[in-house]
């Protein structure tokens, strides 16, 4: 599987790809258990979901010893990646589906990441407690909302000059149409857009990254089911 981390010029040591190994078995071996992923074909789960999860390391942006937050982190996606890519960095995945935090903590212990912090509930709530609002230098989330939606979930974890690098494919444009609101309720900028080619045409990624300029108004998030009943 080197050659495609290769062909887009990710670096991967022989101990990191050991690792991402022993993630895929576990991935296969529980999918029918826990339901974690529609993808079972080793190369598209090693580009769609491995090489895609660490396609920000493509970014002019330092990672190294950072605090990362992954909303909705399903099966640990980016966030599994992205510790095996960044051993300093500390990441927490927050998912409102129990049964996948499980898979995570066990998938950290078989390939021997440092323990991810777990935490099981929704975004709605943990937004509002001080234990974790404003506290991540970065926050990532993948396949969860539509941006506007997305936005009231993610940025009242990011610290004040902290950026949220938003996991997008197609329908950007529109997403950012309709986000205007949102990004100024959240405080939030757009800073850049990146588009990236996955290896082995398996297609485009983009990257939004944007920034959190000033403190969100403590009503956001509103409780949970709000936000999409009625986005900003
Ligand atoms: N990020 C993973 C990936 O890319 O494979 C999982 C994507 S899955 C389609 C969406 C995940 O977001 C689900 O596991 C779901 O439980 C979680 N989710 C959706 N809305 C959420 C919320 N408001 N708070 C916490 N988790 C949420």
Redesign the pocket.
Known sequence: MKQYFDEIGINVTPHQLEQLELFYNLLIQENEKYNL?AITDKTEVYIK?FID?MIISKLDLPYEHKRFI?????????AIPLKVMYPSIEITG????NK?IGFIERACREINVDAMHLIH????DFGQDIKYREKYDYAV?????ELRLLLE?VMPFVKVGGHFLA?KSLKTKTELDDANRSLLLMQSKLVDMVTFDLPGNFGKREIMIIEKIGKIDKKYPRK?GV??KSPL
């Open positions: 992923t979901h999860s992954d909303i909705g982190t399903g099966a640990g996606f980016p927050l998912d409102a589906l996948r509930g929704r975004a709605e989330s993948r396949a969860v909302a979930f996991y949970p936000p999409k």
